[in-house]
Structures are given as structure tokens and as C-alpha cells.
């Protein structure tokens, strides 16, 4: 019964999970649910059927949660896009900044609460969000209400390996569209930012700015980040890179610890001041839901503060408070409000490092019962936080800390004695200025010291252990393993040897099977991205910049995508297009043995595999008049594919379009049907990888089908 509302809140999930891998009508989940519970109630005296039930009951709601969510999403009117369209909306949060060529931008989520057509006096009620990019001064605050003229555009996402998940982020928040001011149009505000999301975010201002009287400008954003999250396009990225090598990059957003030291001081301060319990729960209560807001309730700020006020309610109530059970109504309870929260990456490893303290600190304690009680719960509560996590680690940062542990003794303490102080700070500056500045003061040397060590700590030698992703049985085999060492003792035997057989034959079968070369062609959007690596594990990249694509397009699309299949050296690089900042990006996302940057590509030339024997060529913008026969063909740009035969004889064809509009694209799509060749493109299907093994090529796509061309030609 321990673990019963854990497993409660995961048979949740996966209800959730099944419901997005295979679209269900809302009407199943409840109808599952209307099931379980009378059999439920039936079978309330046999305790093992109930609980089964329970479980089916649970799985049944996740289904019916995430197909009502989706149908509601779909509601929404995306057939605007591709339209001008006058919106009037209102501003519901600021996402990041960038340069332009026009000047610096920003990004802002827009709630559509009216549009109309040109030449069209009638208002259409709208519906959900979009992204408007809007010049970056003025600011537009939370709630402020705007009148638009907007070139409405669909949302595109790149369908690599180990990107973050955007697509779920976007349903989770009602996002549908993104729009772009029409040139010479005048942005209206309609009515100023009022109300309490306006207040908290004027409030956030304030503080920010108070902290510079006594900070310098880095310090000060550090410290709001610190204390309420955000502020992130603010932070030097080195700053942020450093943070992320030592493991604390949680700790610039809030977090579970930050809601455990709020409520202790609270606590504290409460009983120093006389208060009874129930007092104590409602100002306990208060200050966190104030605290929450002040950091825009994001889902660690909410999942902590949930947990938190469990916390808190079970002082007033006297009674024990469980963290398992408080973990998942805290977990239920948000995916019942929003099930794409699930898909969230700060959800995830929320939740996951939560449950690993919760779940595991008290056995893994008694590893260190040598050492002192302060370094023993210190060590056991960084262990605990990673141990559930490390295959999420792996599959989302391609990377483990190798010094998360120093960095947790020796500069996290001083970090949360800062956000103390930061906190004191900043209410005793709301009321006398003089009194906030005099803790800043205190706190700008501590403040100091934990930046700079962190920044020492992240520059030794070795300090991210590069891995990519954990194959799919590593991670089954992982968590065996920890099922046997922490939860089933008394099957620990049993499941140990599960787990080696697991590893043991899956490992020996890839091995078996490992294929002489690998192709990757990403989805790029503009640009142009295929890698090729070798039995002997050396790459060969050829990339393809396009001068309307991002600036960060590498570092946002392909280098995740390359790190999460475990490619981190490329042995050569060729450039053509926009080379200069491309290649600057290569050389920082990776180690190059030789780099050539292609000016002048010849008509007819293939980057192909002639060399090897492997019959697969690369084409990027000259094409020949005619083409290998029985091969597999990447032509990576149609633009003079007029006077190109089409190669009728190809196995299997790799087609890059230049944008939705692109005739020659659907042309020649439309021809390897009628000659049935098996034909995709990245930007549609998503990242196509090939493996060549034995003169047989087999082909994946996220979304195509798999099959094998080459000897048998067959569709699996």
C-alpha cells in the first residue's frame, strides 16, 4: 500500500501516453471509467482485484483527459493561417528576444480574444493562443489588451532525434499559430495591463531594479532567477552553460527547495511570533501562492508548492505526512488540469527528482552511515535526485555531470543562504528601501563566490561524461536493476539476473547486427543536414546554410540531433551556402578533424559513397542529366531538376522541398508513386535515417514506415 498512489499517478500517465500514440475518442477513456468503478465497488472486499481495477480506473482517465484536451486543441481555428487576419488579443507572457536585422525582437504568447478579416467590419470570437514577434521596446506587460494586423502562419517543428518536445508544449499552452506584424501597420494598445498577473509583473520590475542600485546588471538578473526563475535571455550563456555542466541548472528556476526553504522560514519566523497552527497553515499558504505567482506557476513552481502546502496542512492537522502519496495527488492533480503537461521536460525531471528523494533517500543514507549527518543527507539527496533520472538525462542532454556532486557540497548551501537573504531582501526593500539594500550588500560577496566557484568547478578537466541516448532495452535493464536493489528486496535475485539477460542478449543482438554504415538526413527546415557514419564510428557531415534560416538553427535543431545518437567528433565537415556562421557553430558544438568550405559546387557532382561500393549519393544543388541506377538518391534541391531526367531506376529516393509552395517537389513526388519508389522528405516525414548492412539498406522515418530496398526490395 506504499506505493499504491504511485502507481495510481503513473497508470495516469500511461494512460495519457497510449492515448497520444493511438488517438482514441474521449468517449472510450469514460466509458473505461464507467466500467471500473461499479466493478469497483463490487469487488471492495477483495483487496488484489480492487487495486487492479484501480489502476484500469486510473489508465481509463488518462485516455479520456488527454483525447478530451486534444479534441478541444483541434477545435481551434487553424485554418487561419496563411491569412491576414486583424486580431485583438491579450498579452499573456513574454518568451525570449533575439536580433534582427530589423533590430532586437521578442517573442509574446497572445490569447486571440477577437479577429476580423480585411475589408470585413464583423469580429469572429477567437480562440486559444498564437506567437506574435513584436518589436522588443516597448515591453508589452501580462494582460495588456493589443490590436494587430497579423500574417498568420502554421507552427512548424523539426522532426529529428532528441530535440525538445515543442509540439506538446504548444497543445499544453493552446498555441496554434504564430503571427508577424504586416509591415507599416500600427501596433493599438487597447486597454493597459491590469489586474494581478499585471501587478506581480510590475512587481517583478521593481525588485529587479532594486537589485541593481546595490548588483551590478549580471549579478541582479542572477539573483531574480534565482528567486522567482526567468530572466534567462538576461544571464550571460556562459553563466548558463556552467550551471548546466555542474548539475544546478535547476536551481535557476524555482524548485522544490526553494518552496522547503520559503516554508521552513516561514515556519520559524511563525512560532518565534506565537502563532497557532492554523494561523501558521493560512500564512503559509498565502506566502506560497504569492511566491508561486511572483514566479509565473510554472510546473516544478506549482508540483513544489502543491507538495509544499500538503506539507504544511499535515503540521496544522496532525497528521503524518507521506511525501509518496502528497508526490502523486501533487502529479494527478496537475495532469488532471492539463494532461500535455506530461510531455513537459521541467515536469519530467521535476517530478522525477522529487520522487527519487522521496523514494529512495532513506536506503541510499544508509550508504554513508560513516560520515557526518549534514554530508550524509547531502550526498544521499544529490544521489537520489539523478538516479531516476539519468536515462531522461541521457536521451534529452546526451550528457551526465561528472562534478554535480562537488557543486551540490560546496556551492549549492551557498546558494540557498543567498536566496534567503535575497527573499528578506527583497520584502524588507518593498517596505524601507534602505534596509533591503543594506542584505544586498551582505549577499553580493556570497553571491560572488558561489558564481565564481561554480565557474571553476565547471572548467576542470572532464566535467560531462558524453554518452547519447541509452538504447530503449539499457533503460528497462537500468530500472530492473534499481526495482531489485530498492523496491522488491525480496525478488532483488530474480530481477538482477533479468536485467544482465536483458543487456547481455539485446547488446550481443546489436552487436550482431550493427550495420557497416549509417546515414542521417535531418530535418533541417531551410538548411540542409546529412551525416554519415562509419563501422569504425567515424563521421562525415555535410551541411547546407541557408541564408533565410535562424542564426541558432544548429545549436536549436542538429547538434542535439547529433549528440543524442552519440556523434560528438566529425571526422570531416564540408560547408556550402552561408558558411561563416555555420562553420563558427560546428567548431563550437564539436571537435572537427578537417573542415572544407564548398564555394562553387559543379554540375553533376555527388557527394556519394562511390568510394566505398555503397551504392547512395548526395546531391545538393547541380543535378545531373541522368542519374545511378539501383541506388538510394538525397537530392537536396529541385530548382534545375526542369531539365533533369527523373531517375525512374532509383531504390529508394530522399526528396528536400523548398517550402510548401514548391512545385517541382510535389512534381516529382507525384512520379515516384507512379513508378512506386519509395520516396520521403525530411521535412515532411521527419529525420530519415539509413543503415547499410550485407547490400541491404533499411530505412526509418518518424513518419514514414520502415522497409528494407537494396536485395529484396520489400515493405515491412
Not at 194 to 219: E, K, S
Not at 477 to 503: D, E, H, N, S
Request: proline content about 6%.
Amino acid at each position: 500500500m506504499t506505493y499504491i498512489s504511485i502507481f495510481a499517478a503513473l497508470a495516469f500517465a500511461c494512460g495519457i501516453i497510449a492515448a497520444d500514440i493511438v488517438p482514441v475518442p474521449a468517449a472510450a477513456g469514460l466509458a473505461g471509467a464507467g466500467f471500473c468503478l461499479p466493478a469497483m465497488w463490487a469487488l471492495r472486499h477483495r483487496m488484489r482485484w480492487a487495486l487492479i481495477l484501480l489502476l484500469c480506473l486510473m489508465f481509463s482517465l488518462g485516455l479520456f483527459r488527454l483525447a478530451w484536451e486534444s479534441r478541444q486543441y483541434e477545435a481551434l481555428p487553424a485554418y487561419l493561417a496563411g491569412m491576414e487576419v486583424y486580431v485583438e488579443g491579450t498579452v499573456k507572457e513574454k518568451k525570449h528576444s533575439y536580433e534582427t536585422e530589423q533590430g532586437t525582437m521578442s517573442r509574446y504568447v497572445i490569447d486571440m480574444d477577437y479577429f476580423a478579416f480585411p475589408d470585413d467590419p464583423a469580429r469572429h470570437r477567437g480562440k486559444g493562443s498564437i506567437y506574435v514577434t513584436l518589436p522588443a521596446s516597448p515591453v508589452h506587460p501580462p494582460s495588456e489588451r493589443l490590436g494587430l494586423r497579423l500574417n498568420l502562419k502554421e507552427l512548424t517543428y523539426y522532426g529529428n532525434p532528441g530535440l525538445y518536445d515543442a509540439r506538446h508544449r504548444d497543445r499544453e499552452q493552446s498555441i496554434f499559430l504564430k503571427g508577424y506584424t504586416v509591415p507599416d501597420t500600427k501596433i493599438e494598445i487597447l486597454e493597459p495591463g491590469r489586474g494581478i498577473l499585471c501587478q506581480l509583473w510590475r512587481l517583478r520590475q521593481y525588485l529587479t531594479h532594486m537589485y541593481q542600485t546595490v548588483l551590478d546588471r549580471d549579478n541582479a538578473y542572477i539573483l531574480s532567477s534565482l528567486l522567482f526563475g526567468g530572466h534567462y535571455d538576461d544571464l550571460p550563456p556562459s553563466l548558463l552553460e556552467s550551471f548546466s555542466v555542474t548539475g544546478l541548472i535547476h536551481i535557476l528556476s524555482v524548485s522544490g527547495s526553494h518552496i522547503s526553504l520559503l516554508l521552513a522560514a516561514v515556519q520559524i519566523l511563525g512560532r518565534l511570533a506565537s502563532l497557532r497552527e492554523k494561523p501558521l497553515f493560512i500564512l503559509s499558504a498565502v506566502v506560497v501562492i504569492v511566491y508561486g505567482a511572483l514566479a509565473e506557476g510554472t510546473a516544478p513552481v506549482i508540483r513544489s508548492s502543491l507538495m509544499g502546502l500538503i506539507s504544511a496542512y499535515s503540521l496544522t492537522a496532525r497528521r503524518q505526512y507521506t511525501a509518496c502519496h502528497a508526490l502523486a495527488l501533487a502529479i494527478i492533480a496537475m495532469l488532471l488540469y492539463s494532461p500535455y503537461l506530461l510531455f513537459d521536460l521541467s515536469f519530467q525531471l521535476s517530478c522525477g527528482a522529487s520522487a527519487g528523494i522521496v523514494l529512495l533517500q532513506r536506503p541510499v543514507e544508509r550508504w554513508f552511515s560513516f560520515l557526518p549527518s549534514f554530508l550524509r543527507s547531502g550526498i544521499s539527496v544529490c544521489i537520489c535526485a539523478q538516479l531516476l533520472l539519468i536515462p531522461f538525462l541521457l536521451h534529452y542532454f546526451s550528457a551526465l555531470p561528472v562534478y554535480s556532486l562537488l557543486a551540490n557540497l560546496l556551492v549549492a548551501p551557498v546558494l540557498d543562504f543567498v536566496i534567503l537573504l535575497g527573499l528578506a531582501a527583497s520584502v524588507l526593500g518593498m517596505a524601507v528601501l534602505p534596509l533591503g539594500q543594506v542584505l544586498l550588500y551582505v549577499l553580493q560577496p556570497l553571491l560572488s563566490l558561489a558564481v565564481k566557484g561554480n565557474y571553476f568547478i565547471s572548467s576542470l578537466p572532464y566535467s560531462r561524461f558524453w554518452q547519447g541516448a541509452w538504447p530503449v532495452y539499457t533503460s528497462a535493464a537500468y530500472y530492473l536493476v534499481l526495482t531489485g536493489l530498492f523496491f522488491l528486496p525480496p525478488y532483488r535475485k530474480v530481477l538482477l539476473r533479468m536485467a544482465g539477460i536483458l543487456f547481455l542478449v539485446s547488446t550481443l543482438y546489436a552487436v550482431y547486427t550493427r550495420p557497416e554504415i549509417m546515414i542521417y538526413s535531418y530535418d533541417m527546415g531551410n538548411d540542409r543536414a546529412t551525416c554519415i557514419v562509419y563501422d569504425d564510428t567515424s563521421a562525415c557531415l555535410w551541411y547546407n546554410k541557408s541564408q533565410w534560416s535562424h542564426e541558432g538553427q544548429i545549436a536549436c535543431a542538429l547538434t542535439p540531433a547529433l549528440r543524442h545518437c552519440g556523434i560528438f567528433h566529425l571526422d570531416q565537415v564540408w560547408v556550402s551556402g552561408d558558411a561563416g556562421p555555420a562553420e563558427a557553430q560546428l567548431r563550437q558544438d564539436f571537435t572537427i578533424g578537417d573542415l572544407q568550405v564548398v564555394t562553387e559546387p559543379v554540375e553533376g557532382d555527388a557527394a556519394g559513397l562511390i568510394q566505398t561500393g555503397v551504392p547512395y549519393y548526395l546531391y545538393e544543388t547541380s543535378l545531373p542529366r541522368q542519374f545511378p541506377s539501383g541506388s538510394v538518391l538525397e537530392v537536396q534541391s529541385l530548382r534545375q531538376a526542369g531539365r533533369t531526367a527523373f531517375p525512374r531506376d532509383a531504390d529508394f529516393l530522399i526528396l528536400h522541398r523548398s517550402g510548401p509552395r514548391d512545385v517541382q517537389w510535389k512534381r516529382w513526388c507525384e512520379t515516384a508513386a507512379l513508378y512506386d519508389i519509395p520516396c520521403v522528405t525530411p521535412e515532411e516525414d521527419g529525420a530519415v535515417i539509413l543503415s547499410w548492412r550485407r547490400g541491404c539498406w533499411t530505412v526509418r522515418s518518424p513518419g514514414g514506415e520502415w522497409f528494407e530496398t537494396g536485395k529484396n526490395h520489400i515493405w515491412q
